[in-house]
């Protein structure tokens, strides 16, 4: 695959020449809008008992969504509008504001409900976590490494080395903060776009296997990481307990039938089903909207993965490719460990559903990464 796609970089000027009035994928655009106001119904349906009773404002949650999704939107309009090359001059300074905002979080950031944990930042009524946007960066930054080194890529100590090790404190910081989840997406989207960029496969091996006793300690040596293997592997050998979430999650779906109880009748969201508009909203999605919502919405997903992938094969440059590439992937991925996890298919992670979720600092940083995506597809112009 690396290689197919390296190919591209050898294309004559003549036969990629821009057209002067470039459009971007009009289609990408629609499907995140969509998948977006389904957000927005959604964050309302599964939060308004809880907004009503924990802030007496039955609409507390979904108005902080609507800031978000405006904030972002506007983000996404401006991203679009900047040119991606740009990137490349900026990464630098990007990688290192990014890492320092990890740092200071885990120096002097709260933890939500945890006081064992240090994830977010705040900034007034707001707060921001940091390692939300440090996956954007780390995948541009990825794909500045991978243009820039080439086919030196193939090379252990100047190509694959470098980039495992600049990668690796991000991800080193974020396992401070407690995230194992965040630290799991960033080292799969290096080990992606490593993989297209033609790395040897066995230094992807090796570096595979060498982090298997790394992950293996991080999983069995915490205390709530290890009950939530032996929930995933027996989630009824403790219901009441560490189990309880995800079978009302299995609960959620089986409701939900093929066409859902209704929009705003599910019954897990009242109290049942813990993190009901966060990191398991896809479940009360599943209870209202049965099968065929669930379908849908996997689909949507499919859709902005093909196209993603088919504007990163008609870009003209090997950064533009890259970027591309990566920032379909941190959708992709983050949408499959999501609903993986909410059907019981993977251990329990605390990772949002891109654009449907409720939170801030996910949807803003994945709405600029469309609009990124966006720019680069209006490069490619009519080949999309």
Not at 91 to 99: E, G, K, Q, R, W
């Amino acid at each position: 695959m690396g290689f197919s796609l390296r190919k591209i970089e050898g294309l004559r000027k003549e036969e990629v020449k821009a057209k002067p009035h470039r459009v971007f994928d009009v289609s990408l655009l629609f499907v995140t809008l969509l998948l977006v106001f389904i957000g927005i119904v959604m964050v309302f349906s599964s939060s308004a008992v809880l907004a009503r009773q924990s802030y007496h404002d039955t609409y507390y949650f979904l108005k902080k969504e609507i800031f978000f999704v405006v904030l972002g939107l506007i983000l996404l309009f401006v991203a679009k509008k900047i040119p991606y090359r740009l990137y490349w001059k900026w990464i630098y300074p990007l990688f290192f504001l990014s890492l320092g905002l990890l740092v200071v979080t885990l120096l002097f950031g709260e933890g939500g409900k945890s006081n064992e944990v240090h994830r977010w930042l705040r900034i007034g009524p707001l707060s921001l976590q940091p390692s939300e946007m440090a996956k954007l960066v780390i995948v541009i930054f990825s794909a500045y490494a991978l243009a820039k080194k080439g086919e030196k890529i193939r090379n252990f100590g100047k190509g694959f080395l470098p980039v495992v090790i600049l990668s690796g404190l991000y991800i080193v910081l974020i396992l401070a903060q407690k995230d194992l989840g965040g630290a799991l997406i960033i080292a799969i989207l290096v080990f992606l776009m490593l993989f297209v960029a033609g790395t040897k496969p066995a230094y992807l091996l090796g570096g595979t296997l060498a982090s298997i006793p790394a992950l293996y300690f991080l999983i069995f040596s915490v205390d709530f990481r290890r009950k939530r293997i032996f929930t995933f592997l027996d989630p009824w050998s403790n219901p009441l307990g560490s189990g309880f979430q995800i079978i009302q999650s299995f609960v959620a779906f089986q409701s939900g039938g093929l066409t859902g109880v209704g929009l705003g009748e599910g019954k897990q969201k009242l109290f049942y089903l813990p993190e009901a508009h966060t990191d398991f909203i896809f479940s009360v999605l599943g209870e209202e909207l049965g099968l065929l919502g669930v379908l849908s919405v996997i689909a949507l997903f499919t859709f902005f993965i093909f196209r993603g992938f088919l504007i990163a094969l008609k870009t003209r440059d090997m950064f533009g490719m890259y970027l591309a590439f990566g920032i379909t992937s941190l959708i992709g991925v983050q949408a499959f460990f999501n609903m993986g996890v909410v059907m019981g298919l993977l251990p329990t992670k605390g990772l949002a559903l891109p654009f449907i979720s409720y939170g801030g600092s996910s949807l803003i940083t994945s709405l600029m990464a469309v609009g990124i995506l966006l720019n680069i597809s209006s490069d490619a112009g009519e080949d999309v």
